[in-house]
């Protein structure tokens, strides 16, 4: 191959990688692999039972690329009832041949394809032995034994059952990846990145080498404090103690797992996505250990947005709710590492089957953008032959992404929203001020609740283990009070150093102060590295104390002296503040704090990188995120910390817009900023003067034009399209409606309709009236709204609040035509389908489960409201 021809191909190559990969080179067969856009949402694509074929593969990769995704994550999964003999065997040949057919056609589409290591969940399967399978401790004649725990692998593919792997052992997890060096690895195509699911190994807490590794690690022998190790009463010991065994756990996840499989990954040419949550370990460590660290949102975050619906059959306190603090955890490796993709696993059990809107899945995405989530993945969407009758195939946990789903002829609007914010997210930097140290010793010094008596670090319940610690309370208060913030590890604090700019990490990403919370146990090594950095400049501040004992039991007393030293050493060095009043500390250093966040709006902020000037961005560009996940804000008068000129960018409509401002009383520059509830923007500040307005112009933008025109007219509704159209034709409806209704209280059909009515009526304009724009607000639409006035298309309202704007000259004097076809969800359709056809749920293993993982059985549920509910209104509006 001549020089430049390889030079091109290594060029297009690096600009397709999602991050660095430890140095590591990565086999030039990598080309081969179909990147995909990551700028779009991926999404899980089980594969159940393998039961796939070339031909289905395409059509579907086909409406996948239509629709606005990105790529697809296939994990093989259990099977379909009375296709057994469609099932291809797992990592045979003709899985390999589809498989590579998948890659090749995804690279013709511009969609990348991930890949599960193994089948179901967590790793394990067929000729895991009991040698290499996951262990528990048990107290046999005296002495800590290892035992197997007997975990099965969760939802494998047929053929794919047997015991999980022991994830604290490098030899075990190197002997699994064997099976992938004789198979996968010899196809020709390649999947961008392999991936592991969250670490769901439940009662295991040892492994063969336990003490020997504890021994060579704590510089003791565990069987010297049995006695202390077996005590439950939280005696200093036993505390000292299983600090150290948790610490020994941590580090053989680390290096017995993650960094093997990582390492693995790479000669093979692959990535790695990893869900570190719920290991028994340092999250920050483990996301760090991978190329994409991946989060995940797991059922509804209660988001107090006016309209925002909440399945109330989930159960909060056994499935808990998504939380920020959490998510960060992902993101904060990546930050420090480089990572330039952050994923999740999103929108799992937001609601119940067929029950899931448009208008509930972006504010969820929306918290996990602010929390420095940039690659979403859905849960998700299941193969399903086109050819199988509606709903199709359906995977145990809903929400359901797919060409079955009611909400598919919309989804590439939520697409190109998700794809419009990640573009920019992806290509821009973080720009936070805080790095927030995480205390983990204090944690192992609590009871454990999970399983096998170990600390599992889970996105669930964070209430359990994250937000009682004075880490999480502090956490809160500087989201609360608008500071941006990451995490850092004892480990990761090696990597700093300190420059003119402030504390700097190897990714290059600058910090101005490491916040330490309210503290206890520290290890003497973690001490000493914050006194080198404060030798060296960087700002400390400790929240209320300096930690006074040391972690870990061995030579603690002189541990803790040398602790209490450096304590001392600390607090006489000048950079070095240990605090009463943390938040006035904050301030007289001057770190940046966006004071309007205190009134519920939630943010990332984040600086200009590489490809931002193709944006449209300037080099100089700090580039805001803005989320109203709340009800407390609506639109006001806002001081930015970043200085310049600010424009509005709405990822919703694509439309920029400059910011008027004004000198506030304290002299700094206010913006006026308009997000209503349930509303997001960029806005970015770039090197210039702000659009400075006179007094008057200020009444004009902070108030509304004019009165609301009021729709005094009736509507008349008729079903035009149902969807799906087997099974509904004998559903009509036409009626004339004096004020909006729900449409399932017309009929007592009509509460078995799922599809598209439309809803039309007309609007009279007086003569001389007419405004520059108006606003149309639907109030509330159940579920989507495509909107024509006078025959032309408006445009779609598809999440809270309902509303389009009328540009100038679309309504004229007179009477109006308003088409409004709202489409509603498939749930009243299936109250009737599941008794008509109940042989549609045909799954093995969990089959098909409700929200409370109940057996499914839709003919008990009411009918959900459906249709434009209203109340509709016109307002006039300035254009601002």
Request: glycine content about 8%; charged content about 20%.
């Amino acid at each position: 191959m001549k020089h430049t021809q390889w030079a091109s191909l290594l060029l297009i190559f690096w600009l397709c990688l999602p991050g660095p990969v430890s140095g590591q080179p990565v086999p030039a067969k990598t080309i081969q692999q179909a990147k995909g856009n990551t700028a779009r949402p991926w999404t899980y694509w089980w594969w159940m039972g393998n039961a796939v074929n070339a031909s289905d593969i395409t059509h579907q990769l086909e409406q996948f690329a239509k629709a606005g995704l990105g790529g697809v994550h296939i994990i093989p999964i259990y099977g379909v009832k009375g296709y057994e003999t469609e099932f291809v065997p797992y990592l045979s040949d003709k899985w390999l041949a589809v498989f590579g057919h998948t890659v090749r056609e995804g690279r013709r589409l511009g969609l990348g394809v991930d890949l599960t290591t193994g089948t179901g969940w967590p790793f394990g399967g067929p000729g895991v032995s009991t040698a290499i399978a996951a262990k528990e401790w048990k107290l046999i004649d005296g002495k800590l034994t290892a035992v197997p725990t007997k975990q099965q692998v969760k939802r494998p593919a047929p053929g794919a059952q047997g015991s999980v792997i022991d994830y604290f052992s490098k030899q075990a997890v190197e002997q699994y990846l064997l099976r992938f060096d004789s198979t996968l690895a010899h196809s020709p195509q390649q999947p961008r990145a392999v991936y592991n699911d969250s670490y769901e190994v439940y009662g295991a807490n040892w492994t063969d080498t336990f003490l020997t590794e504890f021994k060579a690690r704590r510089g003791y022998d565990l069987n010297s404090q049995l006695t202390a190790f077996l005590d439950t009463n939280q005696t200093e010991t036993s505390i000292l103690v299983h600090q150290d065994y948790h610490q020994t756990l941590s580090e053989l996840l680390l290096d017995g797992f993650a960094k093997p499989w990582d390492n693995w990954a790479h000669k093979a040419g692959y990535r790695t996505r990893n869900q570190a949550h719920g290991s028994p370990g340092n999250l920050i460590d483990l996301y760090s250990a991978t190329d994409i660290p991946e989060t995940e949102s797991f059922g509804s975050s209660r988001f107090p947005i006016p309209g925002l619906r909440v399945d109330a059959n989930y159960e909060v306190d056994r499935f808990g709710t998504p939380n920020p603090l959490a998510m960060k955890f992902a993101s904060s490796a990546a930050h420090l590492m480089g990572k330039p993709l952050v994923s999740s696993e999103t929108g799992t059990w937001l609601a119940n089957h067929f029950q899931v809107s448009l208008s509930q899945i972006k504010p969820q995405v929306d918290e996990l953008l602010v929390s420095g989530i940039n690659h979403i993945f859905y849960h998700g969407i299941p193969y399903s032959p086109p050819a199988e009758n509606w709903p199709g195939w359906s995977f145990y946990a809903s929400t359901n992404y797919g060409p079955n789903s009611h909400f598919w002829p919309h989804l590439p609007l939520l697409n190109q929203y998700i794809e419009r914010c990640q573009a920019r997210l992806q290509r821009s930097k973080p720009d936070n001020d805080v790095l927030v140290y995480f205390p983990i010793h204090d944690l192992w010094t609590t009871r454990a609740k999970s399983a096998g008596g170990i600390h599992q670090l889970e996105v669930h319940h964070v209430e359990r283990w994250l937000l009682p610690q004075p880490f999480g309370r502090l956490c809160e208060q500087l989201a609360e009070r608008g500071y941006a913030f990451d995490y850092i590890s004892d480990e990761l604090l090696k990597s700093l150093t300190v420059t003119k700019q402030g504390i700097r990490t190897i990714s290059g990403a600058t910090y101005q102060v490491i916040v330490v919370p309210k503290t206890t146990y520290i290890p003497a090594t973690t001490l000493g590295l914050l006194d080198k950095l404060a030798q060296q400049g960087a700002r400390i501040i400790f929240d209320g104390q300096l930690p006074q004992q040391a972690a870990g039991f061995h030579d603690h007393t002189a541990q803790t002296a040398t602790v209490q030293q450096l304590g001392q050493t600390l607090r006489k060095r000048p950079v070095v503040t240990v605090s009463t009043n943390l938040f006035q500390t904050l301030n007289k250093l001057g770190i940046r704090e966006e004071t309007w966040a205190a009134q519920g709006l939630s943010f990332i902020r984040k600086r200009q990188g590489m490809g931002l000037k193709q944006s449209g961005l300037s080099a100089d560009t700090t580039q805001y995120f803005i989320t109203n996940l709340n009800n407390r804000f609506h639109q006001g008068w806002v001081t930015l910390s970043a200085t310049g000129r600010v424009n509005r960018y709405d990822p919703l409509t694509n439309s920029t817009s400059a910011l008027p401002a004004r000198k506030g009383k304290d002299g700094k520059v206010e913006v006026y900023l308009s997000l209503e509830p349930g509303q997001s923007c960029f806005l970015n500040v770039s090197s210039g003067t702000p659009v400075f307005i006179n007094t008057a112009a200020q009444k004009r933008v902070t108030r509304p034009s004019g009165a609301s025109i009021a729709l005094k007219n009736p509507w008349r509704i008729q079903f035009v399209r149902p969807n799906p159209e087997q099974g509904q034709a004998a559903f009509k409806l036409s009626a004339t409606l004096p004020t909006l209704a729900d449409w399932t209280t017309l009929s007592e059909s009509a509460g078995y309709f799922s599809g598209t009515a439309r809803y039309s009526t007309t609007v009279n304009i007086p003569a001389g009236a007419v405004a520059s724009a108006y606003l149309l607000d639907l109030g509330d639409v159940r579920e989507v709204a495509d909107v024509r006035l006078n025959g032309q298309p408006l445009g779609t309202a598809w999440c809270i609040p309902f509303r389009l704007t009328i540009p100038a000259n679309r309504l004229k004097a007179g009477d109006n035509k308003l088409e409004i076809d709202v489409t509603n969800l498939s749930a009243n359709y299936m109250r009737l389908y599941d008794r008509q056809n109940p042989g549609w749920k045909k799954f093995y293993d969990i089959n098909i489960v409700d929200i409370r993982y109940k057996p499914f059985d839709a003919t008990r549920w009411d009918a959900v409201p459906s249709g434009l509910l209203g109340p509709v209104t016109l307002t006039p509006t300035s254009a601002r």
